[in-house]
Nanobody
């Protein structure tokens, strides 16, 4: 049973920073692709950033230069460092992992950017 457990969400003022964590059950390298998605109220879930088990990263234009995705293999954890946060970044953030065509999701963590 694959489990993805997110943490690190919260409320922050514009311009602030947060770091999200996604800890997986078992060896994180089993997943060819992992990523972060987000969903704001009334909108579709959208891709934020992805990372392969080879370390190749990709991110949405709206978060480039502000968000950084990374993994710590020893901790079986994926991170999303979010800097210079904006109100438009407010959403529930979901951790995603893909293994041999199977998709796994975390439960989501709320990020609120507000003054």
């Amino acid at each position: 049973q694959v489990q993805l457990v997110e943490s690190g969400g919260g409320e922050v003022q514009p311009g602030g920073s947060l770091r999200l964590s996604c800890t997986v059950s078992g060896n994180i390298n089993r997943f060819a692709l992992m990523g972060w998605y987000r969903q704001a109220p009334g909108t579709q879930r959208e891709l934020v950033a992805t990372i392969t088990n080879g370390g190749t990263t990709n991110s949405a234009e709206s978060v480039k230069e502000r968000f950084t995705i990374s993994t710590d293999n020893a901790e079986n954890t994926m991170y999303l460092q979010m800097n210079s946060l904006k109100p438009d970044d407010t959403a529930v953030y979901y951790c995603h992992a893909r293994e041999f065509g199977r998709h796994y999701w975390g439960q989501g963590t709320q990020v609120t950017v507000s003054s």
